[in-house]
């Protein structure tokens, strides 16, 4: 079976925690929206009348279900591609940890949209310093510190043990990001999560995961993402 | 079995969605952090050095499982007390749903913390009146305007057809939320939603929610949780 990734063509965003995990699943997928025709297709699913239309990208198309939201989308790959354990109790876990990257995702993206996602950066850059602010001095401590202190207790090779898991994959995603746009921030902050930038390179070397990093469906970084680099707020 | 629900004891927050659920189920449920000592059992459980430590509450404590997130604590709850459909599609479809909700509930926390969730409101008033002013202009179109169009598609009973999932007691939650947190704003948008209104009263009048709604057991709103009311944002 072919799956369709639909998601927004120029960026990594919500999708390339999707992405992600059907490159190292070998997965074979098309990204309709990077395609000929592809973003008329997106908009058309999700205004179609009746059934189950997704509220916004990402959403996979696999066989006949079409399923929305990126934390779900993980929870019926993970299973189908070996990228998440067996039992129902492993697999609420791992999900509740995706659940919590995704509350950490959204607190990224208020960093430069803290009045709100339908206003300009441009519009709202005091307001982003200040979020942004408190985001290092508060938030990534609390979320970064506890996938490490996860790490830590677990042997520090994945985040539930031995095996690569989609949670792996997304929180190499979010270090990457992280890198990206905040680079003095982060710089100074990886000394607290040796854990974390090791797995991080644990990720970066999976030979499927390396020849998708170093290919054009890697889409580079830029501000139009979730993660964005603004020099001011970068202090 | 008895479920151990764990939440903050003084706000609906985020763990009134699991509430919610248990009281329809007829479920047998301690809400721990609203005894004795629970507030200190519930700390020991988050610091617990090992094993699988939520990130934050609400967590439910069901036999040997502890499971975090509220979406995922429903996807749980739902399929073993009929508030989810049985097969896998529908119940991935009911879960996007409801982690579309989710979402909402953020952007509905951040029209009063537009700064972030550790500044006080007093520090960020000026911020939370745009963003309040973003959030009713864009948002609550957006995401109600959504729950709408599925609940006309669907026959307007339940937003997934003629039976009652933990989606609608969500949905019953929101609409019950912006009308205490934003009563004038809230009562001009109801024209819009004439569906979601008449679930509101549906969920409302079910019986063991009716008895629940009227019981020492639901905490009232205020100031402290989720849906706050501030006249200021309430033009």
Redesign the interface.
């Known amino acids: 079976m072919r799956y369709e990734l639909y998601y927004w063509p120029g960026i990594q965003g919500r999708g390339e925690y999707v992405r992600l995990v059907l490159e190292e699943a070998g997965a074979d997928y098309v990204d309709v929206a990077r395609t000929e025709r592809g973003m008329a297709a997106m908009m058309r699913m999700m205004e179609a009348?009746?059934g189950?239309?997704?509220?916004?990208p990402p959403f996979l198309k696999a066989g006949?279900?079409v399923?929305?939201?990126t934390?779900?989308i993980l929870?019926?790959l993970g299973s189908r591609h070996g990228l998440a354990p067996k039992t129902e109790?492993a697999r609420?876990?791992l999900?509740?940890l995706q659940?919590?990257i995704?509350?950490f995702v959204?607190?990224i993206h208020?960093t430069h949209h803290?009045?709100?996602?339908?206003?300009y950066y441009e519009d709202q850059r005091i307001?982003a310093k200040?979020?942004t602010s408190?985001?290092w001095?508060?938030?990534v401590p609390k979320?970064l510190g506890?996938f490490e202190r996860?790490l830590e207790?677990n042997g520090g090779f994945y985040v539930t043990g031995r095996r690569v898991t989609y949670v792996d994959l997304s929180l190499f995603q979010i270090v990457e990001g992280l890198r990206y746009a905040f680079p003095k921030r982060m710089k100074a902050f990886e000394r607290r999560i040796p854990g974390l930038v090791d797995l991080r390179d644990r990720v970066a070397s999976r030979p499927n995961i390396k020849a998708y990093l170093s290919s054009d469906r890697r889409i580079t970084f830029n501000e139009d993402g979730i993660f964005r680099h603004y020099k001011e707020l970068d202090l």
């Open positions: 009348r009746g189950t239309p997704p509220f916004a006949k279900l399923i929305g939201q934390a779900n929870f019926y109790a609420l876990w999900h509740q659940l919590t995704t509350d959204l607190e208020d803290p009045l709100g996602p339908t206003l307001e200040k979020r408190e985001f001095n508060e938030r979320y506890y996860l207790e």
